[in-house]
């Protein structure tokens, strides 16, 4: 791992977000891109669903507004989001002009409707293939540009603060057949973290393994503020099979006619919510968790989507990706009825920023999911986050910019440490999974003092067993990821113990409504560690 240090930019991620900044910092200085393991692997390249944008004009926009205040669940922050729908158009056309390529009907860009929009506004690529083809289109784009230089298999370790201000980075090689973790200090003059989520802080997630929520954790550990972190959104249908990944069933299948029916073959979400299989995904995700619940603790039931009545769409070409993995278990969309459950999916919370994503640190920048504007308050509309990485972004990129930030000298540091052996990784593989039930089971869609309370005591015995393997000077892949974990789930933990009401993707069995009074409030987490809740 060979980097002349100093760059201008440095980027954490290499999804939506990342890209997008990347690609327009480039025309005013080097940047740097990190990402742990090849370019493209990314929540970004997995998102089936689609990318929201209202390209109809201002009426079209409005509704668009208006749905995604009404899915937050009264926490919306509105500027965020009439940023977000404002400018979601311009930066689709931009990223089509660069060679995307959306599904079209008779020479028109072929929309579809899902969960809470009030009309078809989604845009699709190769049916449910639309993050990994906006993220070929980015990636292609930025390797074209002789200014962005990329670090594969590598990861930000720590970040150097001098004054109050981010000034370089700590990276190590990850390569899977390293024998030693080799380590640089890289300066910049501003960061950005666009590292995605945190999904596997759950055992259940649709999140691929990167999801670890490496920036958030670093960002915290800088000082940085975190917002609305008691806000994860489980995805309601992902495939629920013995052995099987937990494969996203995209959304987009509720919004071609599929329905949800219990273990009795009976649709059962007209007790739940008027919009029945297409009301918001919390509902519908906790409306499937308690339709599933056994008799005995941790029996489950099972539920099904059914699509054997839809008729008029051709599944497996609408929907080929997904129906190629569902093959692979010997299931068809359009003959057999396909067993579901939820899955941790997305963090509406992240690292606090305005709206040009600066954070409470100067010098560090944050962008898409690993940031928090407040554009999805309590639960985020299907299909925005997509959007969100594209406007944001670019708005972070323009921040660091225009902020012009003095370079700040840093002492050129290298360094090598001595790679786990088979024995550590092993028991770190243990604690990450002793988390990661935990916060499902403590933490997860339904919540009340005593069940976060143990999660907290069970995050706190995995924080001391990582301490001891930190004190050995010794580093790896999985060790850095597991701080993360932990670091993230002690904020997720500690914000849902302190709101002490039920709103969007937050649900309190011994606090069950929602108290508009006292927490119609973001969380903010400051460095101190203490929570507030904020007017924004």
């Known amino acids: 791992m060979t980097f002349d240090s100093p760059v201008d930019f440095l980027v954490m991620g290499a999804g939506v977000a990342g890209l997008r900044a990347a690609i327009e910092l480039a025309d005013h200085g080097s940047v740097l891109v990190v990402t742990k393991e090849s370019l493209g692997e990314s929540n970004t390249h997995y998102a089936q669903g689609g990318i929201a944008v209202a390209m109809d004009g201002n009426t079209d926009v409005a509704l668009h507004l208006e749905d995604t205040i009404a899915a937050g669940d009264g926490l919306v922050y509105r500027p965020a989001a009439e940023v977000l729908v404002g400018e979601g158009p311009v930066r689709v056309t931009e990223l089509i002009e660069w060679g995307a390529r959306f599904d079209e009907e008779a020479g028109r860009l072929l929309r579809t409707r899902e969960g809470a929009h009030s009309t078809a506004r989604i845009l699709h690529a190769y049916g449910d293939a639309t993050g990994a083809e906006i993220s070929r289109s980015l990636v292609a784009h930025a390797r074209a540009h002789s200014r962005i230089r990329f670090a594969e298999w590598t990861m930000v370790t720590g970040l150097v603060v001098e004054d109050v201000q981010v000034v370089a980075a700590d990276l190590i090689s990850v390569k899977p057949d390293a024998q030693h973790a080799n380590s640089v200090r890289v300066s910049a003059r501003a960061m950005l973290i666009a590292s995605g989520g945190a999904g596997q802080v759950y055992s259940d997630t649709t999140n691929p393994a990167v999801a670890t929520g490496d920036g958030i954790a670093l960002a915290a550990d800088a000082g940085a503020e975190l917002a609305d972190m008691e806000f994860y959104q489980f995805h309601p249908t992902a495939i629920s099979l013995p052995k099987a990944p937990r494969f996203l069933l995209s959304e987009a299948l509720r919004g071609e006619g599929a329905y949800l029916r219990n273990e009795h073959g009976e649709r059962f979400m007209e007790k739940y919510h008027p919009l029945l299989e297409l009301a918001p995904r919390d509902v519908v995700a906790r409306a499937i968790t308690r339709e599933g619940m056994g008799d005995a603790p941790g029996q489950m039931r099972v539920v099904h989507l059914d699509m054997r009545h839809v008729r008029d769409v051709d599944l497996h070409r609408r929907f080929p990706g997904i129906s190629a993995f569902l093959a692979r278990y010997s299931l068809d969309l359009e003959k057999d009825l396909i067993p579901v459950r939820p899955a941790a999916h997305y963090l509406m919370g992240g690292v606090r920023t305005d709206l040009m994503g600066r954070t409470s640190v100067c010098g560090l920048y944050a962008a898409g999911e690993a940031a928090c504007t ?64 935990a916060m499902w089971a403590f933490a997860g869609l339904l919540r009340e003092e005593s069940t976060i309370r143990e999660g907290i005591a069970a995050q706190n015995k995995c924080e001391a067993e990582l301490r001891r393997f930190s004190e050995q000077g010794k580093t790896s892949r999985r060790l850095v990821e597991a701080r993360a974990l932990a670091r993230v789930s002690h904020a997720i933990l500690h914000a849902a113990l302190e709101r002490t009401e039920s709103r969007g993707a937050h649900f309190r069995s011994d606090f069950p409504m929602e108290d508009d009074t006292r927490y119609k409030k973001h969380s903010v987490i400051r460095s101190s560690g203490e929570i507030e809740f904020q007017e924004w």
């Open 374 to 437: 407040g554009v999805h308050g309590a639960n985020r509309l299907a299909s925005n986050s997509l959007l969100e990485g594209l406007v944001f972004g670019a708005r972070a990129a323009m921040a660091m910019l225009a902020d012009d930030l003095a370079r700040v000298p840093v002492e050129r540091w290298i360094g090598s440490k001595a790679a786990m052996t088979a024995s550590d990784e092993h028991c770190i593989e243990e604690i990450i999974s002793d988390l990661q039930h």
